[in-house]
């Protein structure tokens, strides 16, 4: 059984305004104030799950877990072949600017 992030959102907003251990009620006016649909079953079980705990000590370990794990690395090839197509579109348009400037000297000459 899961909670929904708008729980632990609520949960964490009125940490951050001072509220070290809100309640119930507090969460499901928290939600319904920003026009969400607060879910008793799962504040309860959130509240269950974090009973005892500290919830910026649960974070902190969460961030040393996440940066564990490796992330991205396939993408790295894309920044030079998009640097490579822009210069290509520059050449092409120049190319096109120096016809012209031709054809106009060519102009002015005859």
Do not use: Y
Not at 68 to 92: D, I, L, N, W
Request: hydrophobic share 40%; net charge negative.
């Amino acid at each position: 059984f899961f909670f929904a992030m708008k729980h632990l959102a609520a949960l964490l907003l009125l940490q951050l305004g001072g509220n070290a251990h809100p309640s119930k009620a507090q969460i499901e006016a928290v939600i319904a104030a920003g026009g969400g649909e607060p879910e008793g079953d799962r504040i309860n079980f959130l509240l269950k799950q974090l009973e005892g705990k500290d919830v910026d000590t649960l974070i902190k370990e969460g961030l040393t877990k996440i940066s564990s794990v490796g992330v991205g690395g396939g993408s790295g090839g894309s920044a030079p072949a998009a640097a490579a197509a822009s210069s290509s579109a520059k050449e092409e348009k120049a190319a096109p600017a120096k016809e012209e400037k031709k054809a106009v000297e060519e102009e002015e000459d005859g």
